[in-house]
C-alpha cells in the first residue's frame, strides 16, 4: 500500500489523501513522490528528541538547592545558638543557687544534730548532701568553695567560671542563711554582696 509522507511534519498519511492529517500541509500531484505521487515508508522511525535537563542542568540545580540549604542551616544556627547558650547559662545559675541553698539547709540538719556547722565532707558523709559535692568541684560552668566552717558559722561560695555557660555573677551563703551576689568571676566575702530576691 502507498503511503504519503508529510514534508513539513513527517507523518505518513494514507494514499489519496489531498492534505497532511497532523499540520494540515496539502499535498499536490506527485508531492514528496517521484512519480505517482507516494514516498517509500522510512526503515525506522526517527527517535523524538529528548526533553529532559541535561546532566549539567541537574548538576547546577543541586549545588543551587545544596547552596540555600547550608545558607538557611547557617541563618537558623546564628539565631537559636546564641539563645540556647543564654538559656544553658541560666539553667547553670539556678542550679547553683539551689545547690548553695541545699547547702545552708543540710548545714541547719546538720547543727540540729551536732550542735556545730559541718564541712561539705561532714555533710556528706552524715547523708545531707550528694558526696561528689567537695570543696573545688566544678559543677555545670560553677566552682564550689568552703570559705570557712567553725562551730557557729560558716560560708560557702560558688564562682563562675569563664566558661560561656555560666551567668554573670558568683555568690556565697552564710550561717545567716541569706543568699547574696556579686557581678563577675568572685564571689562576695560575708555581707559585702547584694542579697538575691
Do not use: H
Not at 498519511?13 to 512519480?35: T, Y
Not at 554573670?168 to 556579686?182: D, H, K, L, P
Amino acid at each position: 500500500m502507498n503511503t504519503l509522507v508529510c514534508r513539513r511534519c513527517g507523518l505518513y498519511n494514507p494514499p489519496n489523501v489531498s492534505a497532511c492529517g497532523r499540520c494540515g500541509e496539502a499535498f499536490s500531484p506527485g508531492a514528496g513522490a517521484p512519480a505517482g505521487g507516494w514516498v517509500a515508508p522510512s526503515p525506522y522511525n526517527r527517535p523524538a528528541a529528548s526533553k529532559g535537563s541535561s546532566t549539567g542542568q541537574i548538576v547546577a540545580i543541586v549545588v543551587a538547592v545544596l547552596a540555600v540549604g547550608v545558607l538557611f542551616i547557617g541563618i537558623v544556627a546564628a539565631i537559636a545558638i546564641p539563645s540556647l547558650i543564654r538559656a544553658r547559662a541560666a539553667a547553670n545559675e539556678s542550679a547553683a543557687i539551689g545547690t548553695l541553698r541545699a547547702i545552708a539547709g543540710a548545714e541547719t540538719q546538720y547543727f540540729a544534730r551536732n550542735n556545730k556547722y559541718g564541712t561539705l565532707s561532714e555533710l556528706a558523709r552524715a547523708g545531707f548532701i550528694d558526696a561528689s559535692l567537695a570543696n573545688g568541684v566544678e559543677r555545670n560552668s560553677y566552682v564550689f568553695r568552703e570559705v570557712k566552717v567553725s562551730q557557729d558559722s560558716f560560708e560557702f561560695c560558688v564562682e563562675s567560671t569563664d566558661k560561656v555557660t555560666t551567668g554573670q555573677a558568683s555568690y556565697n551563703v552564710t550561717q545567716e542563711f541569706v543568699i547574696r551576689y556579686r557581678e563577675g568571676r568572685v564571689a562576695p566575702v560575708g555581707r559585702s554582696g547584694t542579697p538575691i530576691g
